[in-house]
C-alpha cells in the first residue's frame, strides 16, 4: 500500500504551487551518519570526535549522545522502504570515515565497508539515488589526537579517504559531496567550540577552513578518476544571508561583513582566492596558503550544494555606535532553533549565487524546520501544520529562484527523519517522519505526506 492511499484525512494543504519545476528535478531527503546511525562501538566502527565530544558532561542538551541514534545501522532496510513509499527520488546519507577507516589512515574495516554497500544496493533496489556525503563532520578521533584539521596531513588523509570510498561505491554512486558545511566545522568546531572536537582558539579558524577546502580539492580528482564518467561531485556550502533594516552606515557595514562571511568559502572555490578582510573580521590568523593551494582548491566542481535554513536581519544600535540583529524581528514566525522563517532568502541567495558564481548546477542539499511536535503515542499520524507551510513556501521560493535563472537541480529536505541534532541532541525535531526514540517507531507527519503528495503530482504534471 503505498502511503497516499493512506485512510487518515490527507494534510488540508494543496500541493498545487504557482511555479513549475523543471522534468527529472531530484526531490530527497537528507540525514548524517552521526546523526542516525548508531552502532557507535559496533562492527569495528572505531570513535570519532563526535563521539568523545557528546560523551564530554555539559557539551550536548541533557547528556544526548549519537551513541544509538535512530539505529538506522540496523533499521536502514526498513528506512529505505520508508523513503521509497515516500516517493522520494533520492537520500542524501553521509559516510562515517571511522567506521571505514577506524584510524582514519591505514586499515580499512571491511564491515564498515560493506554497510554502506548494503545501504547503496537496498536504495538502488528501489529505485531511489543515493547521493554520498563524504564529511558530516565526524572526523575519526585519532585524526584529533594527531591535530585534526589544524594540520595540513589531514587533508591528504581525507583524499585518500575520498579514494577508498570512490572505488568502494563508485560503480554505484553517482553524487558526491566532498563536504558539508566547512563554515561549522571552522567556526562552531574550533573557534566557538560548540560543536566536536570542541575547541575554542579563534586563532586557528582560518587554518582549519584552509585544510578543510585543501582537502576538498585534493579529493577531486581522486573521486572522479574512480567514479563513472556521468558521476557529479560538488560540496555543500551553508549561507545565513545578512540584510539590512535600515541605511545607516554601521548597518551596513555589518551586512557587509556578514556577506564576507557568506563567501569564505564559495570564493576560494570559484574564483580562488579568500575575500578581502575575511580573516581580519573573525579574528583569526592568515592560514598558510602554499604555492599551488587556491588552484587545488579551485578545481571545477559539477555543482554547489546549498543548505539554507534562516537569514540574519541587521540594525543600527539605538546609540547608532554599531549593527547589531533585529531579533525578534517583527511580524516574522520563528522556528524552535529561533531561527527565522524566511523563504524569499532561499530565492534570493539561489539567484545571488547563480549571478556571482555561475555554478554549472545548484542543488539545495538541506532547507527545513525544527518544531515541537508531539505524537500521542498511538495514531499514525503527527500533526505538524507548521512545517508542512515551511516546506511549502521554501520550495515556492525555488521554483521562483529556477524561473529568475538558478540552475536549481534538486532539492533535499532536512531531514527524513528525527534525529540527534549535535548540541541540541534529541531535543529539535527536524524530521517530516516523526521518531520515538524509546520504541524507534517511525511516525508519519502531516508534512512527509503532503511532500509526498506534491511529488507525485510533480511527477504527473511532467508525465502528462
Ligand atoms: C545543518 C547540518 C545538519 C542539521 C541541520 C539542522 O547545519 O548540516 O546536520 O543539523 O543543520
Redesign the pocket.
Known sequence: MSILDHTDPQPGEDTALPVSFPAHFLWGAAT?AY?VEGAAREDGRALSIWDQFSATPGKVFQGDTGEIAIDQYHRYPADVALIKSLGLGAYRFSISWSRVIPQGTGDLNQAGLDYYDRLVDTLLAEGVTPVATLY?WDLPLALHERGGWVKRDTAYAYADYAEVMARCLGDRVNMWLTH??PW?VAYLGYGSGEHAPGLKDWSVVGTVSHHVLLSHGLAVPRLRANLRPEAQVGITL?FTPGYAADNQPVTLARTEQALREDRWFVEPLFRGTYPEGLFADLHTDHPPIQEGDMEIISTPIDFLGV?N?TRTLFQASEDGSQGVVVDPVPGSSYTA?HWEVYPQGLRNLLVWLHEEYAPPALYIT?N?S?FLDEWDGSSDTVHDPQRLAYLRDHLQAVGEAIEQGAPVKGYFV??LMDNF??AHGYSKR?GIVYVDYPTQRRVLKDSARWYASFIQRQRELHQA
Open positions: 548524517a546523526q558530516h558539508n558545511e561549522c551553508n543548505n535554513y532553533m538541506e527545513g525544527a532536512w531531514s541534532e549535535w527536524f
